[in-house]
């Protein structure tokens, strides 16, 4: 092999050789002020929810803006909760209302909020669903 072939070589793993391997501890995530966006889709609508609960898509973002979490569709029956995962160390849990003016109520990491509180936006139910947008201590 011609010296200057071997340099570039070595030029090349080099860098690969001094390269550390992710922390596996380290977190998944920018930690800070976390948010989602949430839809949730009302019961008995045929063209988007057909049965008896509420439905929710859930996309949570960490303070980076980076997607760290993402559910579609997810089930849940009147006063019941439900666990979100994501990269976050903890679960966001979702409770869903009786009726379609009740507010949605959240908990993550001891905390606790609702889309009647401030801590969300939530627009009314509009073609069988309404969206919203919280935020949250991660």
């Not at 008896?52 to 980076?66: C, F, G, K, V, W």
């Not at 849990?93 to 401030?118: E, N």
Request: charged letters at 20%; glycine letters at 8%.
């Amino acid at each position: 092999m011609h010296p200057s072939s071997f340099l570039s070589v070595l030029a090349i793993l080099l860098p690969l050789a001094s390269a550390r391997p992710a922390d596996p501890l380290a977190p998944r995530f920018a930690p800070g002020w976390c948010t989602f966006h949430i839809t949730q889709h009302q019961r008995n609508e045929k063209d988007v929810n057909s049965g008896n609960d509420y439905h929710y898509d859930l996309r949570i973002l960490d303070s980076a803006q980076a997607e760290i979490g993402r559910t579609i569709g997810l089930a849940i029956p009147d006063l019941e909760a439900r666990s979100v995962t994501s990269d976050l160390p903890f679960t966001i849990d979702i409770t869903s209302g009786l009726i379609d003016k009740d507010p949605i109520t959240f908990h993550y990491a001891g905390q606790h909020w609702t889309t009647a509180d401030g801590q969300c936006k939530i627009g009314k139910f509009d073609g069988g669903a309404r969206d919203g947008d919280c935020g949250f201590t991660c």
